[in-house]
């Protein structure tokens, strides 16, 4: 017995509707500027009840992934779609040069 392969017009705008809703929600890679790995951690501790993916230098919440920047080199190979900086950020001796060198990693930036 062969099957009807088509589907109705109403699966079908329902269908629409979840990939139109999913495309809305587009990962996102967030840069935190911290003092050090234990500023970042506090500040992950203190923003968030949930986190998934955890790891020393980043962790996932929702549909963004948020990365611990504490010196020039760890924004090698990204590129974020915004940043954060933690209360103590600024007194990272690295700070002016992160924040020198990040722009270019803002794919706002790159989207010209």
């Known amino acids: 017995m062969e099957e009807n392969s088509q589907i109705t017009e109403s699966e079908y705008l329902k269908a ?5 809703e999913y495309e809305g929600k587009a990962h996102k890679n967030i840069a935190v500027i911290a003092l050090n790995r234990s500023d970042f951690n506090l500040w992950k501790f203190n923003s968030f009840s949930y986190f998934e ?33 933690t209360e103590h950020a600024k007194e990272n001796p690295n700070y002016d040069k992160i924040i020198e ?12």
Do not use: M, R
């Not at 955890?54 to 990204?78: E, M, R, V």
């Not at 060198?101 to 010209?112: A, V």
């Open 53 to 85: 993916n955890s790891s020393c230098g980043k962790f996932s919440n929702s549909n963004c992934t948020y990365y611990c920047i504490i010196n020039p080199n760890d924004l090698c190979s990204y590129t974020f779609d915004g940043f954060i900086e």
């Open 16 to 20: 629409k509707a979840i990939v139109n």
């Open 101 to 112: 060198i990040i722009k270019p990693t803002l794919k706002s930036c790159n989207e010209k």
